[in-house]
């Protein structure tokens, strides 16, 4: 079904990036926030890239998604955990 008001179709493939402090090892979290959600990540796992500084780290997700009620659930679940910052 496709969504031409928000650029979306689906069932497709997406990517989301999150932006979170490195102490929470956010890479390795996130396949487990994916799991109950039933989207299947398109690689084992994450890409993630250190800040200049640091601190943070940019988590990058491909999964591939049936209708738009699951992504809006992926992006809630990544959004809402307390690690991240940001969210592309």
């Not at 591939?64 to 307390?82: F, M, N, Q, T, W």
């Amino acid at each position: 079904m496709s969504e031409p008001e928000s650029g979306f179709q689906f069932p497709g493939c997406f990517e989301l990036t999150a932006f979170a402090e490195t102490e929470a090892d956010f890479a390795r979290l996130l396949p487990g926030l994916l799991a109950p959600l039933d989207v299947a990540m398109t690689t084992a796992t994450p890409r993630s890239r250190a800040s200049s500084g640091g601190r943070y780290q940019a988590i990058t997700v491909s999964f591939l998604c049936p209708d738009r009620g699951r992504y809006d659930a992926v992006v809630e679940a990544v959004r809402s955990h307390p690690a991240v910052r940001w969210l592309l």
